[in-house]
T-cell receptor, first 113, second 109 residues
Framework: DAGVTQTPRHEVAEKGQTIILKCEPV?????LFWYRQTKIQGLELLSY????????DGGAFKDRFKAEMLNSSFSTLKIQPTEPKDSAVYLC???????????FGHGTKLSVL | GQQVQQSPASLVLQEGENAELQCNFSSTATRLQWFYQHPGGRLVSLFYNPSGTKHTGRLTSTTVTNERRSSLHISSSQTTDSGTYFCEGQQGTGSKLSFGKGAKLTVSP
């Protein structure tokens, strides 16, 4: 696939820090998703953007998690303040429109000490 | 929202055996996709298949939309097929995507 780019690949944070994860969707894609993946919970939706507009914000993740899409080719996920339970792999995905194939990035593995 | 049930949760096979993975949805899925994830790797799309049957290599996906189920068949499994398989579905056009918990496949030589 053309590739969704996520940076960094790994992030280590102290409890209470602010971290920002970055995602570049596939060029021309209008829909962008942020997911969190853990062994226990599986894949949990954090945010969903359609044409840069926030469509879903993942409910339970609202208080310390904020995703933004400043332009069609770049999105950030801010976690503030981080807690050890936030340790997980954070995945970004994009699709051209909602009923077409979804492409994932490699993810950012976050460890909060 | 859409609930997705995957079965089995895990499967162990000998190389050469066939595998059948199932997904059941609480509502008719207007979009449906199967993914593969190698341990530590990214999710790779295998099929986008909201209805009908699709083949690629040793993989076949069959979705019966009005029965709210989809299957992924792997024929003549190989050790490189080991990993976790996820199905994802969406109800309607505005709902969030829902993933199954995944099916962990282990293929032994």
């Amino acid at each position: 696939d053309a590739g969704v780019t996520q940076t960094p690949r790994h992030e280590v944070a102290e409890k209470g820090q602010t971290i920002i994860l970055k995602c570049e969707p596939v060029s021309g894609h209008n829909d962008l998703f942020w997911y969190r993946q853990t062994k226990i919970q599986g894949l949990e939706l954090l945010s969903y953007f359609r044409s840069k507009s926030l469509m879903e914000d993942g409910g339970a993740f609202k208080d310390r998690f904020k995703a933004e899409m400043l332009n069609s080719s770049f999105s950030t996920l801010k976690i503030q303040p981080t807690e050890p339970k936030d340790s997980a792999v954070y995945l970004c995905a994009s699709s051209r429109v909602l009923n077409e194939r979804l492409f994932f990035g490699h993810g950012t593995k976050l460890s909060v000490l | 929202g859409q609930q997705v049930q995957q079965s089995p949760a895990s499967l162990v096979l000998q190389e050469g055996e066939n595998a059948e993975l199932q997904c059941n949805f609480s509502s008719t899925a207007t979009r449906l996709q199967w993914f593969y994830q190698h341990p530590g790797g990214r999710l790779v799309s295998l099929f986008y298949n909201p209805s009908g049957t699709k083949h690629t290599g040793r993989l076949t996906s069959t979705t019966v939309t009005n029965e709210r189920r989809s299957s992924l068949h792997i024929s003549s499994s190989q050790t490189t097929d080991s990993g976790t398989y996820f199905c994802e579905g969406q109800q309607g056009t505005g709902s969030k995507l829902s993933f199954g918990k995944g099916a962990k496949l282990t293929v032994s030589p």
